[in-house]
């Protein structure tokens, strides 16, 4: 006897197989097209937009750095995706790192803080027969040790470039506090020591300064702070630095691009570092930082949160707003008068657009500026490579080094009282001075 129900199912009978061969082909439909946004595999590969003025030096600059000009093609199944290459850099630094051999000093500062850099010698003569110094100041809570800044070190050195890269006050695992403050968002002072000890031990050499992320904000901000800081300097690049803190923070705190969960990890991160020195912070006698500081800082799920409760109180500051605004380099910019190559990446999940219009503005209006945004990158990853697996050497790598080796051979070819080696000198005025008399 047929019953009711088998009627039923023998009427959609032949129908079920393709019912659930549509839900399929939905199914994996739905999984593509979440993967081609997510990995952005629509995107084409394009050459950086460069933002500049017409000058002597930048038509010089376009016909020795290629780079600039011509496409950076990231690897072609995740290199599209700006979290991807962040994760990347972030979990992995780099591919096959070597790891160059540096000697490490130690700066005694005022306050009784300690700085420390790591010296690595060039490893081959510059292209110019000159003696040239890289100042590399890494990004949050990094130091040379980093795998990314132990790539872009060996091959400078290749190139011709002696290396000194600080490590950020208490970002060290091995190295302990001797006064009762870390590094902040924009504090020079143990980058200034680096600077300042290189020139005197090495009065002959010719500096070129280069900043990561949070480095990029203190290099810019040292040089501008003081003019002298600019003496020996030959050119400034900066890569994936957000400008201005203070625009920054409202940012960070939106769900835009994920950037709210890169917050909740760099602050965990952040919150690690200053626990692994609460001894320090909490026991010596001119620490700013108390225990009530500290429980805050356990609950802390932001970077702000940190800033307010811990970081501002290293200076004094009476408020985040006043920290983030002393501490940021935008109010510095217009008073660097050396090259400046300023680097960053269209799909950065950390820096927010807005915040590019602070490079883009300053290019237009500044002859010795160059903005150069690339349409993939990353945060720091900027990564190359055919397919899957990418190259050793990412583009960022290669522009700092392309760029740099351009502006040296440019010094080279400048009257004698026009380079940078002589702008800490009277030469110019003199011979100025004779030409007028005469």
């Not at 590969?45 to 003025?53: C, K, L, W």
């Not at 208490?170 to 020591?193: K, Q, V």
């Not at 835009?256 to 010596?284: E, P, T, W």
Request: hydrophobic share 35%; net charge neutral; with cysteine.
């Amino acid at each position: 006897m047929t019953t009711l129900e088998d009627t039923d199912m023998n009427a959609f009978g032949p129908e079920l197989p393709a019912m659930f061969d549509g839900m399929k082909l939905a199914a994996v439909a739905t999984v593509l097209y979440i993967i081609v946004r997510c990995l952005n595999l629509k995107s084409t590969a394009s050459p950086p937009e460069v933002v500049y003025q017409e000058t002597p030096l930048s038509r010089y600059l376009f016909k020795t750095c290629p780079m600039l000009t011509k496409e950076y093609i990231p690897p072609l199944l995740w290199g599209k995706s700006g979290h991807l290459q962040t994760a990347l850099y972030g979990k992995m630094g780099r591919i096959n790192t070597p790891k160059p051999c540096g000697v490490r000093k130690f700066l005694p500062m005022q306050d009784g803080a300690t700085a420390s850099f790591d010296l690595f010698e060039a490893r081959a003569d510059h292209s110019t027969g000159d003696d040239i110094t890289m100042v590399i100041c890494p990004g949050i809570g990094n130091h040379s040790e980093k795998n990314y800044i132990r790539t872009f070190v060996d091959y400078s050195q290749r190139q011709g470039y002696r290396c000194a890269v600080l490590n950020h006050l208490g970002a060290l695992p091995d190295m302990e506090l001797t006064s009762p403050r870390m590094f902040t968002y924009g504090c020079t002072w143990e980058y200034a020591a680096m600077v300042g000890y290189i020139k005197r031990a090495l009065p002959e050499t010719l500096l070129v300064v280069v900043g990561f992320s949070l480095g990029g904000n203190i290099v810019c901000k040292f040089l501008g702070e003081n003019r002298s800081n600019q003496d020996r300097v030959a050119c400034c690049v900066t890569v994936c630095q957000g400008y201005s803190a203070l625009r920054a923070q409202e940012t960070f705190l939106q769900w835009d691009q994920c950037r709210r969960l890169y917050n909740f990890v760099l602050a965990d991160n952040m919150k690690k570092l200053i626990l692994n020195h609460r001894s320090s912070l909490l026991g010596l006698n001119s620490s700013n930082i108390g225990d009530a500081d500290l429980g805050r800082l356990y609950a802390a799920t932001s970077l702000m949160q940190i800033d307010d409760s811990i970081m501002r109180k290293f200076h004094g500051y009476s408020s985040l707003k006043e920290y983030y605004e002393k501490e940021s380099c935008v109010h510095h910019l217009h008073k660097v008068t050396v090259p400046l190559l300023l680097v960053n990446s269209s799909d950065d999940p950390l820096i927010h657009q807005s915040l590019l219009d602070i490079p883009r503005t300053l290019a237009e209006k500044m002859p010795n500026v160059i903005f150069a945004l690339t349409q993939h990158g990353g945060h720091l990853g900027f990564f190359e490579g055919a397919v899957l697996f990418p190259q050793p050497l990412t583009w960022m790598d290669k522009v700092i080094v392309e760029y740099t080796n351009a502006i040296c051979h440019w010094e080279k070819n400048l009257p004698a009282c026009q380079r940078s080696s002589n702008r800490d000198s009277n030469a110019c005025l003199q011979s100025t001075g004779e030409t007028l008399s005469g």
